[in-house]
């Protein structure tokens, strides 16, 4: 058996743990060797004790619950796409040859456009590491490194690379906290940070627009200015105001609101009720 293949077989493997979690109820979730693991591990235990509401074991199961979402997000991750070799991403040989051509080439070849680009190509040629021949591309293990680590920021705004460790070695035996310090570079971090910052933001944004807007279509004025009395129920003002937000201009914004909408009409129990 290859090397390859015994870690084909550690990732179905994980793949297959991380499915079974999360189709428990919480209760045998709880009880689950997925999140023993993950919560009682020795390197994952200064996150967990940070502060009270991570000692709980309501918020390690929904870390535990990312964790396992995170795999099957990068189940179908290409390795080769994600991980090119150095020889595939080397420019230099293309620039070495053209200057060597002589006169010959045609004028495009010395323009400056051509020449800046072929330089850019040269000094950065991949937006994705490069790895060696010999060593295994495992770009399914950056993708989960990198997605349970924006998951995690969004959720506690820091990025635990213990956690990322512990959780990354269900699928790779072989990863150190130098591996994860190698992917989630000092760049990489500040990308994932500011990534959910923004995202946050947009969300507490479009909550407070739906609330405002639940606020203006609960009202109905009568000319004279006074109020009178609305007889729609719950539900057909839910309908009503996510009639007004499909007829937004900006889709984005229309269907982030309804989205967030939908989600509160959820948690208060509110079924939307078209009317006639």
């Given at each position: 058996m290859t090397v390859l293949d015994t870690e084909n077989r550690q990732l179905s493997f994980a793949l297959e743990r991380a499915r079974e979690f999360?189709?428990?109820?919480?209760?045998?979730?709880a009880a689950s060797e997925w999140f023993r693991y993950l919560h009682e591990d020795r390197d994952s235990r200064s996150f967990f004790s940070?502060?009270?509401l991570r000692r709980t074991t309501a918020f390690g199961l929904v870390v535990a619950a990312h964790v396992a979402r995170a795999y099957l997000d990068c189940a179908n991750v290409s390795e080769i796409e994600l991980a090119p070799t150095g020889r595939q991403v080397r420019a230099s040989a293309l620039e070495a040859e053209i200057e060597a051509a002589g006169p010959w080439l045609i004028a495009d070849a010395d323009s400056s456009e051509f020449r800046g680009s072929l330089r850019r190509l040269r000094v950065n040629p991949s937006r994705l590491e490069a790895r060696t021949a010999g060593r295994l591309p495992l770009g399914k293990r950056r993708e989960f490194v990198l997605r349970l680590a924006e998951s995690l920021c969004a959720m506690t705004s820091t990025i635990p690379t213990k956690l990322l460790m512990v959780a990354t070695v269900l699928g790779w035996e072989e990863t150190s906290d130098r591996t994860i310090r190698e992917i989630l570079t000092k760049e990489t971090r500040e990308a994932i940070t500011a990534r959910t910052a923004a995202n946050r933001k947009a969300v507490i944004?479009?909550?407070?627009?739906?609330y405002n807007l639940i606020n203006r279509v609960s009202v109905n004025t009568n000319s004279a200015g006074g109020s009178?009395?609305?007889g729609r129920s719950d539900g057909e003002k839910f309908a009503d105001a996510l009639r007004l937000l499909e007829t937004l201009t900006d889709?984005?914004?229309s269907t982030v609101m309804i989205d967030a909408l939908a989600g509160f009409a959820v948690e208060f129990g509110v079924e939307r009720v078209p009317r006639d």
């Open positions: 999360l189709s428990m109820h919480p209760r045998e979730q940070g502060d009270p944004a479009s909550e407070n627009e739906a009178a009395a609305d889709r984005t914004a």
